[in-house]
């Protein structure tokens, strides 16, 4: 069966975790977490928030063991509206990290706290 955009979010939304840029900002630095921003290179040298790491979605899966091979690390995922980052957060999962987040606001949230 095929699925719309909407409905692939909703049900990858009942096994990933996200939450608001507020949020994110006030967990992470304790955590000392990974901050990916997984949209495309282009998007992130015109705009990129402060301590984000540039690991677009396509390549994710094939890049993050590169940067991070501690399974428990915290992983906070953004792009520009929360899709892709939602999308990235569960492939992270079914990699086998156990402790990541999605940002699931637009950009501009995202940059007002970082």
């Known amino acids: ?14 096994t990933v975790r996200r939450i608001s840029a507020e949020q994110a900002a006030a967990e992470m630095p304790p955590k000392n977490a990974l901050f ?4 495309e290179p282009g998007e ?8 984000s790491i540039n690991i ?19 992983i906070y995922v953004h792009c520009a509206a929360g899709v892709r980052a939602t999308l990235a957060a569960e492939q992270l999962q079914r990699l086998g990290y156990e402790n990541v987040t999605a940002i699931s606001c637009k ?5 007002a706290v970082f």
Not at 1 to 14: F, G, N, R
Not at 44 to 51: D, I, P, R, T, V
Not at 56 to 74: C, F, N, Q, S, V
């Open 1 to 14: 069966m095929l699925k719309t955009m909407p409905e692939l979010i909703k049900e990858v939304s009942t």
């Open 36 to 39: 990916i921003d997984v949209r």
């Open 44 to 51: 992130h040298q015109k705009l990129a928030a402060e301590g």
């Open 56 to 74: 677009p979605r396509g390549i994710l899966e094939g890049k993050i063991l590169e940067l991070e091979k501690d399974a428990t690390r915290a």
């Open 107 to 111: 950009f501009d949230a995202i940059k």
